[in-house]
């Protein structure tokens, strides 16, 4: 299917015009293999964003956020690193609306880790937006904007194999974000994953996959990335070795439930934490602010993100938020 045809599917799937048997022979059709076209996954993301209630922020915040976030479904069980990232960055002076649930295929979803932390997340969509203006972070619940999901994820459930569904998340965020730090667990999603980023309107993207499955930058070896900038798209390798960072196996970022995953986040913010815990989040850390535009590229990145460790800005942003999450 092109873009127009795959998007007509799509409306009327969120439109409940279709039946039961309907919705699952289309999402059957819609399995996520090497056939699943950019087309099909640009025209799924816009369709759920324009039937998601969006989070009521002004144009010039909207233009400013960034979303980092992974699809999930690497099965590695790292700690929460996307989120790890996402409080770093905002304490570096970034604008983050991340997007996210609970945990569906590990110990720890986002939103469990947030919430052991202390923050608040029975927030009101605009309570969730007052937080983003108050403190440069917010935490929006997938099921809280997408309402029209409830009609599919039952049927959705029921098809053992991945559809399309299992990475549309990080490419509807309700707050229209236009910047996207995005890890799959696939490195054949990569240009697809970008390209449909482009197709809706990202100024500023990079999607990656480590080379052993992970959805961020890995630090066993090399990352594989696509990255959208000046409306131009580069296909490179990321290397830890080539910023000084020493390769580590997978076991050295594992986690655990969301308590043990809030304590790791701590003891990095603290600068507590073993070489890899740290290491692993400096690594996506750079190249989020890369997407951001406060670092001119990923060495820039590393300097402006050890900074903000160093001088415990993490930990104060970190405290800002809960504070500001528990008043509203």
Known sequence: MNYEES???????????MNSDEMRE???????????????????????RANAIALPIT????????????????????????STVALLVASCGAVVAKHGSRSITSKSGSADM???????????????AKLLEESGFTFMFAQ?????????????????????????????????????????????FVPKMLEALKINGATSA??????????????????????????KVHHFEIDPAEYGLKKMPLKAIMGGDAKENAQILLNIFEQKATDAQRDIVL??????LMV???????????????????????????????EVSQKL
């Open 59 to 82: 144009k010039e915040l909207q233009e400013r956020a960034v979303d980092i976030v992974g699809t999930g479904g690497d099965k590695i069980g790292s700690f929460n690193i996307s």
């Open 283 to 288: 690594i996506n850390a750079a190249a989020s």
């Open 206 to 231: 990079l999607v990656v996959s480590s080379e052993e499955g992970m959805d961020e930058i890995g630090l066993s070896g090399i990352t594989y990335a696509a990255q959208l900038r000046d409306g």
């Open 7 to 17: 998007k007509a599917k799509f409306e009327a799937l969120f439109k409940q015009e």
């Open 114 to 128: 947030f919430e052991a932390l202390g923050v608040r997340l029975d927030l009101s969509i605009q309570n969730s």
């Open 292 to 322: 951001e535009g406060m670092a001119r590229d990923m060495q820039d990145g590393f300097e402006i993100a050890r900074e903000a460790l160093a001088k415990g800005r993490a930990t104060q942003k970190l405290k800002q938020i809960i």
């Open 26 to 48: 289309f999402l059957l059709s819609m399995k996520l293999d090497g056939s699943t076209s950019v087309e099909s996954i640009a025209a799924a993301a816009e369709v759920m």
């Open 144 to 188: 809280n904007h997408h309402p029209a999901m409830r009609f599919i994820m039952p049927v959705r459930k029921s098809i053992p194999e991945k559809t399309i569904f299992n990475i549309l998340g990080p490419l509807t965020n309700p707050a229209g974000v236009k910047k996207s730090m995005l890890g799959v667990f696939d490195k054949a």
